[in-house]
């Protein structure tokens, strides 16, 4: 069967290549091994109720901002959201600390009265830094796109626009906090709404976007589903539960991929999934494969998480305005994943909207504990998991609900009326995202901004997702596609920013 292009994977990166190019009338083909489309966007249910797996909200689904757009532009159909206006709870050591949606620096000043110049002096800096990074006219460009030329421009300009992102946005936040504050507690509550080893603008766009985010009314699944939607009107095809096995590849040239069930599909080929699994499914005769992944091999990957899934009966306890819970120790801020364990990792809990038809209300904690956790979580060969596995993991799970009993009173645990985990080599397994990571590369300051190509050694094979700019989150990678698009569709005069610029000029 002969296609324009085959997509792997229908994670939103994949879906939206696959959608740029069915609207230029490209044949295209977005292949899925999963039973359901959006990678680690996609909903599931447990006990009649619905579970995201992890991603709590997202400014970006608001009107005007990327996913509407990129919706519109493909004429797939909006997807219905409504704004998050909760409030967070916060344990450091045990010691509870509140904050109110719609008042964040009054709720920290509030919070460290001995610290308010510092607190202060944080927002200040914070709320520069976002001036600054959406202070740009147009969209950029990749930066391994530019010439040299270009290269110094944009740093002289960059230096010159964006003075505070430059000096602090861009630099590990643990090494910018300890320049802000003596105070560990303040630094960890910072530190708490993603806490992970990340540059500072992350946590600097983490406090901008609370109060701001949007949740899609019918959970995230429906963000994928409007993409197949318009995949389909546009005359692109998507087949669930088909799983490549192999890349084909001819004279250095890409020609198509066989899956599971031994079928071939011919064509250009683009992966969603990581680059790790991509370039396993070329055969060793390949010489460029070697060359590719010698290129990856020294690159840290964002440490993955464990996600503590749990239904929630509010007639028993009820959480009242609240949006998250967080459970860290004042050193948390300097704390690497490789350190924690399940007695130690900070936990995260997302506090869901209820879906119309759940009986109860859906959490989720999510864990920073590595890939590599007690032997791999106790994974046979390949990554089997078996008996060991099943133990260690309701092991885990229990250390995890009695550190949050103990924190929220058993009256919050036994309005757990069920509970389940999943950890990063079940990530890993569903997504073919390496070791289960959910931001690709790491965003620590000596990995930020090194992004992959789009375009790799072999001929028309493709990469898209979080792992090739301009990087992580829900738009990001959907921006991957349009990026990845926007360069196919120039070899044949179409000038994919023009049209979508002028289709939004006057808007």
């Given at each position: 069967m002969q296609y324009d292009y085959i997509i792997i994977g229908s994670g939103m990166g994949g879906l939206s290549v696959a959608n740029f190019l069915a609207k230029y009338n490209k044949k295209v083909l977005v292949l899925e091994k999963h039973n359901i489309p959006g990678g680690l966007v996609t909903s599931f249910s447990r006990k009649g109720v619905h579970f995201d797996l992890g991603i709590h909200g997202l400014y970006e689904l608001k009107e005007g901002q990327a996913i509407p757009q990129f919706m519109e532009f493909w004429n797939a159909p909006q997807v219905e959201a409504k704004p998050l206006g909760g409030d967070l709870k916060c344990f450091i050591d045990g010691k509870e600390y509140d904050f109110e949606h719609g008042n964040v620096r009054g709720s920290f000043l509030k919070q460290f009265p001995n610290s308010k110049n510092d607190v202060n002096r944080i927002f200040d800096i914070m709320e520069t830094i976002i001036t600054e990074m959406f202070s740009g006219t147009e969209a950029p460009e990749p930066p391994y796109d530019m010439n040299l030329f270009q290269l110094i421009k944009f740093g002289m300009n960059a230096k010159k626009q964006r003075p505070m992102f430059m000096k602090y946005g861009n630099k590990d936040a643990y090494k910018i906090l300890d320049l802000f504050t003596t105070?560990?507690?303040?630094?960890?509550?910072?530190?708490?709404?993603?806490?992970?080893?990340?540059?500072?603008?992350?946590?600097?766009?983490?406090?901008?976007?609370?109060?701001?985010?949007?949740?899609?009314?019918?959970?995230?699944?429906?963000?994928?589903?409007?993409?197949?939607?318009?995949?389909?009107?546009?005359?692109?095809?998507?087949?669930?539960n088909t799983e490549v096995t192999e890349i084909l590849v001819k004279d250095n040239q890409a020609y198509g991929v066989k899956t599971k069930d031994g079928t071939e599909y011919h064509g250009a080929v683009i992966s969603n999934a990581s680059p790790q699994f991509t370039y396993e499914w070329i055969s060793d005769k390949?010489?460029?494969?070697?060359?590719?992944?010698?290129?990856?091999?020294?690159?840290?990957?964002?440490?993955?998480?464990?996600?503590?899934?749990?239904?929630?009966?509010?007639?028993?306890?009820?959480?009242?305005?609240?949006?998250?819970?967080?459970?860290?120790?004042?050193?948390?801020?300097?704390?690497?994943?490789?350190?924690?364990?399940?007695?130690?990792?900070?936990?995260?809990?997302?506090?869901?909207?209820?879906?119309?038809?759940?009986?109860?209300?859906?959490?989720?904690?999510?864990?920073?504990?590595?890939?590599?956790?007690?032997?791999?979580?106790?994974?046979?060969?390949?990554?089997?998991?078996?008996?060991?596995?099943?133990?260690?993991?309701?092991?885990?799970?229990?250390?995890?609900?009695?550190?949050?009993?103990?924190?929220?009173?058993?009256?919050?645990?036994?309005?757990?009326?069920?509970?389940?985990?999943?950890?990063?080599?079940?990530?890993?397994?569903?997504?073919?995202?390496?070791?289960?990571?959910?931001?690709?590369?790491?965003?620590?300051?000596?990995?930020?901004?090194?992004?992959?190509?789009?375009?790799?050694?072999?001929?028309?094979?493709?990469?898209?997702?979080?792992?090739?700019?301009?990087?992580?989150?829900?738009?990001?990678?959907?921006?991957?596609?349009?990026?990845?698009a926007k360069e196919i569709l120039k070899r044949e005069g179409i000038d994919l920013k023009k049209d979508f610029t002028e289709y939004f000029k006057d808007r």
């Open positions: 105070s560990d507690e303040l630094k960890t509550i910072i530190y708490s709404k993603a806490p992970y080893p990340m540059v500072f603008m992350s946590f600097a766009y983490q406090w901008w976007v609370y109060g701001k985010n949007f949740y899609p009314v019918n959970g995230m699944q429906a963000i994928p589903d409007a993409a197949v939607k318009g995949l389909n009107h546009l005359g692109g095809e998507l087949k669930l390949v010489a460029a494969k070697k060359k590719m992944k010698k290129a990856i091999s020294g690159r840290k990957i964002f440490e993955p998480v464990a996600a503590l899934f749990m239904s929630f009966d509010e007639d028993k306890y009820s959480l009242n305005n609240l949006e998250g819970i967080s459970i860290l120790a004042k050193k948390d801020y300097s704390k690497r994943t490789e350190e924690y364990t399940p007695e130690t990792a900070p936990i995260i809990i997302y506090i869901y909207p209820k879906r119309e038809g759940d009986e109860f209300r859906s959490l989720v904690a999510l864990v920073p504990i590595s890939y590599e956790y007690h032997n791999y979580w106790e994974t046979e060969d390949n990554r089997k998991r078996g008996e060991k596995y099943k133990t260690l993991k309701k092991e885990v799970e229990k250390i995890l609900m009695d550190r949050i009993g103990k924190h929220m009173g058993r009256d919050f645990v036994d309005a757990v009326s069920y509970h389940e985990l999943s950890s990063p080599v079940t990530y890993e397994r569903y997504t073919y995202s390496k070791n289960g990571s959910f931001m690709g590369w790491s965003v620590e300051q000596s990995q930020y901004g090194k992004y992959l190509k789009q375009r790799t050694d072999i001929k028309d094979l493709y990469l898209v997702g979080q792992w090739v700019f301009p990087g992580f989150g829900v738009a990001g990678v959907m921006a991957s596609g349009y990026y990845l």
